[in-house]
């Protein structure tokens, strides 16, 4: 059905802020199919000039953390201040009820039905690097389609934190209060990536104890390198339940976002991603042409055991390959 | 000259600890040439069973904190304790007056004389995963020389600091008192990586900023994300001016190998070491044969700049590259 649409319908559509439109491309984006996989290119060359105007926040946070509870009040307070948002996934596992806002219906509440938001579960499961790689493209159809903020959370399993930070301009990771078992599902050097740390549940008999965490990790932060581009990470509270703080974090993002337009430091970091996502598609593309002979991906995976196992050496099982290309 | 000698007796050179055996072996695997270059991967594969049983440590640390002086003062208290020290580098800049211990004759005291010890440069500059792999086969050779810790300094520019995690067990940062701009040198996520620090130049009228330091710092290490292995990072202060704290660092990552030893930890992140290695060496090479098409390599560096400028999507140039192969 998706390719009975022109590309130029395509980009009138998304334009217009058609949402319907929307979803449709996105679907095509995500398709497998070769005549798709072109088309689908082609429609991402034609809405490039359309994009690149909104403010990309990437989320995570361990389960638990109330990310879900934190993006529906976050997202609401952004539309109630005039912004169209929208929300995208990142979930390796492709399963919508491992914690995601996407498949928790019980907490999608108002902003799964406001004509100023849009929310999409992540793509069926792929590389992760193929699924960035999608998110990435549906997040430049919604820019193309109107709106100015993209959420997208990450369920927070393996590497998909660092993942998001590869297609959003700011990092925001959520957090518990206090240190020691709260600390156990991030992973390290995630802390140190966030541009923002926000301390949730900060209501009832655990205030106290959020406000004191954000002192804590304020201080931490303080101990640890700057950001190149002289942003100071800040820590903030705030409370989905009794809806305090929220206000602040976007107040927090936005002066992030003028700081960086400013310094150049925008331009400069989505100059690189776009590097990167090259990079990296080339990668894969050539490793595929190396599966594609008969064997061979088994040959490198029997190599790489006795690799890891420490009973040959990298460079002569590279040879061996490379001699049969 | 280097081709003269059999691997077999490249072996058993190096298992009776010939240290002329050893630099010739690692100017081999340094050279350049095809012959040389097969000959080395040969070595590499015959010395395999004769190596795993070191400790290697990683040192990092911007200009200025005193590193050449700490590798001095600590390779010498390893040799002092029974060890046998061998001390290479990762330097990109291949400039040997760029603060590696190894360009800085002055300082290099007693260490570089000592027949418990052996001193290399880095390789000359090639791609930065290349020399990390030159520096990870240097490993191999000292180690089936007999050398028990291997240390390799980085020259803290660009990216060598993760470089040398890819390749060593434990990543020891040296720091300078203070946060500020002492901390202004370090790259994000360095501190997250390190599994300790030690404060540096803990005498005189700057010791007691050293030890309110390591305060601040070990609670900050406090507030950031546990080590998977269970391993809590410590941090130490040090003067090899007064000789205190040396014995400190030594005993500190016994304990850690000897707790990553008895958890599997040790075993499990070399084996991730191994695969790494030849999982970049293999898409080096796949691009190399890209990059034999006549033409292609500029190709590719002008769609890149495209790419990076937000005008052609990925997949696109990606289509384009591929198309022609």
């Keep these: 059905m998706a390719s009975t649409i022109s590309i130029e319908q395509y980009r009138e559509g998304l334009q217009q802020g058609n949402i319907a439109l929307l979803s449709r491309a996105i679907t095509l984006i995500e398709s497998r199919r070769p005549d798709h996989q072109r088309q689908a290119a082609r429609l991402?060359?034609?809405?490039?000039?359309?994009?690149?105007?909104?403010?990309?926040?990437?989320?995570?946070?361990?389960?638990?953390?109330?990310?879900?509870?934190?993006?529906?009040?976050?997202?609401?307070q952004l539309i109630e201040s005039g912004k169209k948002v929208a929300v995208l996934a990142i979930d390796p596992s492709s399963s919508i009820s491992k914690g995601?806002?996407?498949g928790d219906k019980t907490r999608m509440g108002q902003l799964s039905v406001h004509p100023h938001a849009f929310i999409r579960p992540s793509a069926a499961s792929g590389s992760l690097g193929g699924l960035t790689y999608k998110t990435r493209e549906a997040?430049?159809?919604?820019?193309?389609?109107?709106?100015?903020?993209?959420?997208?959370?990450?369920?927070?399993?393996?590497?998909?934190?660092?993942?998001?930070?590869?297609?959003?301009?700011f990092f925001l990771?959520?957090?518990?209060?206090?240190?020691?078992?709260?600390?156990?599902?991030?992973?390290?050097?995630?802390?140190?990536?966030?541009?923002?740390?926000?301390?949730?549940?900060?209501?009832?008999?655990?205030?106290e104890k959020a406000k004191a965490a954000r002192s804590e990790y304020?201080?931490?932060?303080h101990f640890l390198p700057p950001h190149p581009s002289g942003w100071i990470p800040?820590?903030?509270?705030?409370?989905?339940?009794?809806?305090?703080g929220i206000a602040e974090v976007q107040a927090?993002?936005?002066?992030?976002?003028?700081?960086?337009?400013?310094?150049?430091?925008?331009?400069?970091?989505?100059?690189?991603?776009?590097?990167?996502?090259?990079?990296?598609?080339?990668?894969?593309?050539?490793?595929?042409?190396?599966?594609?002979?008969?064997?061979?991906?088994?040959?490198?995976?029997?190599?790489?055991?006795?690799?890891?196992?420490?009973?040959?050496s990298p460079y002569s099982a590279v040879d061996r390959i490379i001699q049969q290309l």
């Design 44 to 76: 991402i060359d034609a809405i490039l000039p359309d994009t690149g105007k909104s403010v990309r926040i990437g989320i995570t946070g361990v389960p638990g953390v109330g990310k879900s509870t934190f993006i529906e009040a976050f997202g609401m």
């Design 100 to 102: 995601s806002i996407l």
């Design 139 to 169: 997040t430049l159809l919604c820019e193309a389609a109107g709106f100015d903020t993209i959420i997208i959370e990450t369920v927070g399993v393996g590497q998909s934190e660092t993942e998001v930070s590869h297609i959003t301009d």
């Design 173 to 207: 990771l959520l957090m518990l209060a206090g240190a020691g078992d709260e600390l156990q599902g991030i992973k390290r050097g995630i802390m140190e990536m966030a541009d923002g740390l926000v301390i949730t549940k900060a209501d009832g008999e655990n205030k």
């Design 218 to 221: 304020a201080r931490a932060l």
């Design 234 to 244: 800040e820590v903030k509270v705030c409370s989905a339940y009794d809806q305090t």
């Design 252 to 312: 927090m993002i936005e002066r992030y976002m003028a700081h960086q337009q400013a310094n150049g430091y925008l331009e400069q970091n989505r100059s690189e991603q776009n590097r990167f996502a090259f990079r990296r598609l080339l990668g894969e593309q050539l490793q595929q042409i190396l599966y594609s002979k008969p064997g061979l991906k088994e040959e490198v995976q029997l190599l790489e055991q006795e690799i890891r196992n420490g009973r040959l």
